[in-house]
């Protein structure tokens, strides 16, 4: 790390949930210039902790928070972000406790943040073919389907690894988030990356590689397509309702209503206009194939034109510097 790093207080929280075989090597692995490292037990089974409770005697650096329930992943990191808040911690880092991510990068993620450049940073597995070539198939279909859906419902169009759990944030903007509102389960990364929306806030990526071993992921591929679809869409909707709407309204907002308003009339009176001529086998005139196609083709124009802003207007500055001057003249 740099020199202006040594003046923030860095603490690593590891979500701990059927990890026992791991965990240790994981908290042994995090760099010394890591101030705290919170292991929180999410209620788990296998008492995944009890695998670094020495350690909490030989490095002053462990904490283990034990939760009484299982509330997810969600859940456990908002355990550890409300601890590290309490504890004084200006950058807090989620490292999963399976062994996939390696921690050498944390000086990284901290860099990111610490020069101004972030707010947020997230691990990048695809940023080049090799990196990728290691992920299994049906996590890479799973993955780019699920990506494209938090395009579309966080607003992040330049974010390529939506879904990957290796994250660091900035305290002031931690501090900023609505954290009780956020998804406690399998959603978390991505309702994390919609509300962080919200705020505007910076989010940058490093490419990095992931280690895939005999580990099973509690939620498979395709039940996150099944089951996050819906959540995308609410937020989507959410997302629209407040940029668009709520705390602005410009000429895009008007290319999105009417866009869609055309768009579905062409659509639907086409349809109708379709089936209509099929039951009675003549031909539609050419008066009615324009109704149906000119609003079509301009509804699409419009909103073609609404995403193409919409991805120009992805936050490019950090708010964390802004968030501190306001909090210290507060």
């Excluded at 407040?242 to 308003?261: C, H, K, P």
């Amino acid at each position: 790390m740099g020199d202006n790093d040594k003046r923030l207080k860095v603490a690593v929280v590891i979500p701990c949930y059927r990890v026992r075989k791991s965990l240790y090597d994981v908290v042994t692995s995090i760099p010394a210039s890591v101030d705290a490292i919170y292991c929180v037990d999410d209620c788990c089974p296998e008492r995944s902790t009890e695998a670094v409770c020495e350690l909490t005697e030989n490095d002053d650096r462990v904490t283990v928070i034990e939760r009484d329930m299982n509330g997810g992943v969600g859940a456990a990191m908002i355990s550890g972000y409300r601890k590290a808040l309490q504890d004084g911690v200006d950058i807090v880092i989620k490292v999963d406790g399976d062994g996939q991510m390696d921690t050498s990068l944390i000086p990284l993620f901290v860099a990111e943040i610490a020069e101004g450049r972030a707010d947020y940073v997230k691990g990048n597995r695809f940023h080049s073919l090799e990196m990728a070539r290691s992920m299994p198939l049906v996590r890479k279909v799973g993955n780019m389907g699920l990506s494209f859906l938090s395009k579309l419902s966080t607003g992040y169009w330049q974010v390529f690894d939506p879904t990957n759990g290796y994250t660091a944030i900035q305290s002031d903007v931690l501090r900023a988030l609505q954290l009780d509102k956020v998804d406690q389960r399998y959603f978390f990364e991505s309702d994390m990356l919609f509300h962080l929306g919200l705020l505007r806030a910076r989010i940058v990526e490093i490419p990095m590689h992931a280690v895939y071993g005999e580990e099973e992921s509690s939620l498979s591929n395709l039940d996150a397509l099944r089951r996050f679809p819906f959540k995308h869409a609410r937020n989507f909707f959410k997302r629209l309702g407040s940029d668009y709407f709520l705390r602005n309204f410009g000429l895009a907002s008007l290319e999105l209503v009417i866009g869609t308003m055309l768009f579905f009339f062409g659509l639907l009176f086409g349809l109708s206009a379709w089936a209509e001529s099929s039951q009675s086998g003549q031909a539609a005139t050419a008066g009615t194939v324009m109704l149906s196609a000119l609003p079509f083709l301009v509804g699409t124009q419009l909103l073609l034109n609404f995403f193409a802003f919409d991805m120009a207007r992805e936050p490019r500055q950090a708010i964390h510097p802004r968030l501190k001057r306001t909090a210290g003249s507060g």
